[in-house]
């Protein structure tokens, strides 16, 4: 995190890690570009604590999202520090966490979520944390929330679902290039506002476009990750996933399309690719194309041939034999 992140135009992704620089250092640096520049706030390391802090900062244009981990400290922000009203999201892992901001002191437990006022004096302390933190500029927040101050050190327990719905989309950014356009970081952010408003409970009509806006898209990502979790079980189903997520067959279907996708096609798709790249490896060389296709989720060779030639333009074994001539 060289530059200093609150002045780093959108689209920028930016790292800090205290093992990036020299022991001695390692404070000063996490105090000034962690602390100060993204924070606001001073950190404390707590005493008998090996002192580590990672960070990946997205910035984008009305949200900044900060996904890391660090060791466990005492945060502090000052009238002194105060820079602007910008409010920050939290939703933390790990031991137990206190805040008190704005007269109240609200006790945090692993997955819960809280928000944090930049704009007002406030003091925290963390266990050992990983989680996600949350930038959102005033007027945003006043538009998500009508009185946005009232939730501010308020508790959003991990078994809310709106929550577990922000948590997870969030969690698909990985890295720059997953928002390298300009349309996508714009539909991202506005799905993030739209999971907020509905973790905290926001205006009746935040909550109505986030229901048919922020919701459906967090719970298409929900499915489609389920998909990647379990298609190569031969009797995976649309029943399957909406038994896990607590949705109808129907809605899993309806959001799917909306992808541009079917449950279908998707499965297929993952599944042939991962036949490939096992026809591909040298690691598979033992393994006769039927056990191939059968760990892949297809329970007919027959139907597998087909599906792989339409697909690749090459029958399984004719792949594989060019594979192998290669090497």
């Given amino acids: 995190m060289r530059a200093t992140p ?11 890690s205290t093992s990036d620089f020299a022991e001695p250092h390692r404070f000063t640096a996490t105090q000034e570009l962690l602390g100060r520049q993204f924070l606001k706030m ?101 538009q998500l929330v009508p009185d946005i101050h009232a939730s501010v050190a308020r508790r959003i327990p991990a078994a809310s679902p ?64 389920e998909i990647e979790r379990c298609f190569a079980d031969a009797h995976f189903s649309p029943a399957a996933v909406a038994a896990k997520l607590a949705m109808s067959p129907r809605s899993v279907q309806d959001l799917l399309q909306e992808t541009g996708l079917s449950f279908t096609d998707r499965v297929m798709e993952l599944r042939l690719k991962r036949a490939r790249a096992m026809l591909e490896s040298a690691d598979n060389d033992h393994r006769k194309i039927v056990d191939i296709a059968y760990r892949c989720g297809f329970n007919d060779l027959s139907h597998f041939n087909r599906c792989f030639r339409r697909r690749f333009g090459d029958t399984p074994s004719a792949a594989r034999s060019m594979i192998m001539t290669k090497r």
């Fill in 6 to 16: 609150a002045r780093a135009e959108p689209g920028r992704t930016l790292h800090f």
């Fill in 42 to 142: 001073d950190i404390e390391p707590l005493p008998a604590r090996r002192f580590y802090q990672e960070w990946k900062l997205h910035l984008l244009r009305d949200l900044s999202v900060a996904r890391g981990r660090g060791s466990g400290s005492r945060l502090v922000r000052s009238k002194a520090m105060i820079e602007n009203g910008d409010f920050v999201f939290s939703i933390g892992v790990g031991g137990p966490r206190q805040l008190c901001q704005l007269g109240r002191e609200v006790a945090l437990g692993s997955g819960d979520a809280v928000l944090v006022a930049n704009g007002d004096p406030c003091e925290a302390t963390v266990s050992a944390y990983q989680g996600i933190l949350l930038r959102l500029p005033a007027v945003v927040a006043a």
């Fill in 162 to 225: 709106a929550l577990q719905l922000l948590a997870g989309y969030v969690r698909l950014l990985r890295s720059a290039s997953d928002l390298a356009d300009p349309e996508l970081q714009r539909v991202f952010t506005t799905h993030v506002h739209d999971l907020v408003a509905l973790a905290l409970g926001g205006t009746r009509d935040a909550v109505e476009v986030a229901k048919t806006r922020g919701l459906r898209a967090a719970r298409a990502r929900a499915i489609i990750e």
